[in-house]
């Protein structure tokens, strides 16, 4: 449920941004999610790393962010958004380990 439903955010920004019909003939963001459950196994959490398009501001790509999880029930509560300029952003995930990103949320170079 909870793939669906991050699947279901990467695709519903990558609407928004490029438009329906682009998106069904592959194009999307590129993105990459890490699955964790918490010290205790019952906090199930993501860790997700969106690339924002050069043609939004940080702060209009915030509240695309904010918008579009705000209307998917298993992602609409604690939210912490951050921006990385550099490798600082795939070292976070990394952290989290690489045995929890799961390879059907990550985006491949040709849909960008």
Known sequence: MIEDAIRHFFRS?????????????????????????????????AHILIEAPSTMTNDDFTVLIESKANRIRLINRERKISRYLDENGSGYLVKHGIGRMVVSLISSSNHS
């Open 13 to 45: 920004i990558s609407c928004a941004i490029y438009g329906k019909w682009r998106v069904n003939a592959g194009k999307s963001i590129k993105h990459v999610a890490c699955i964790d459950w918490g010290a205790y196994a019952d906090h199930p959490h």
